[in-house]
């Protein structure tokens, strides 16, 4: 026999069915938990991304070298990145440039070892500097702040 909120009247059916209803809190339990565990895990995976880039592109001209009286070095070079797509049945290919830094010992292995026309991938920050012209009028360079990078061209034709 049931009541008006589907539980049988019966002692053996009222526990089924407080059984059924308490197994049903713990899955939505374990479901928001699970959910917040996601949420948890998608806020730190955000929040590590926060001015976050990682690009895959050529380099552009042969990095450049800064070394400074306090025995720091600089090394700064040009990536370019491409990207092709349909536009009227025609297609469109374009290039975006970035610039790229890389300070202390990181720069040495950059200068030692990346070329013009090497195929790399960046991972790195987004940094922008400011400063006044000789006319007072205000410039801004955005570069990204090397992290770290990965080889993605064969030995044989970085060289060349």
Known sequence: ??????????????LADILLHRQFIIMVKAEIKSYNLLITLKFIIMRNLRNSVQLI????????????DSGSKKVSFSLATDESYKKDGEKVESTEWHNIVS?????????????????????????TNKWEDKEGKKQYRTEISLNDFTFLDSKKKTAE
């Open 1 to 14: 026999m049931l009541n008006g909120s589907n539980c049988l009247l019966t002692e053996s059916g009222i």
């Open 103 to 127: 300070w202390g010992a990181q720069a040495g292995v950059v200068e030692k070892y990346l070329k013009k026309g090497a195929l790399i991938a960046v991972e790195g920050r987004l940094t």
């Open 57 to 68: 592109g050529r380099i552009g001209d042969d990095p450049k070298i800064f070394n400074f």
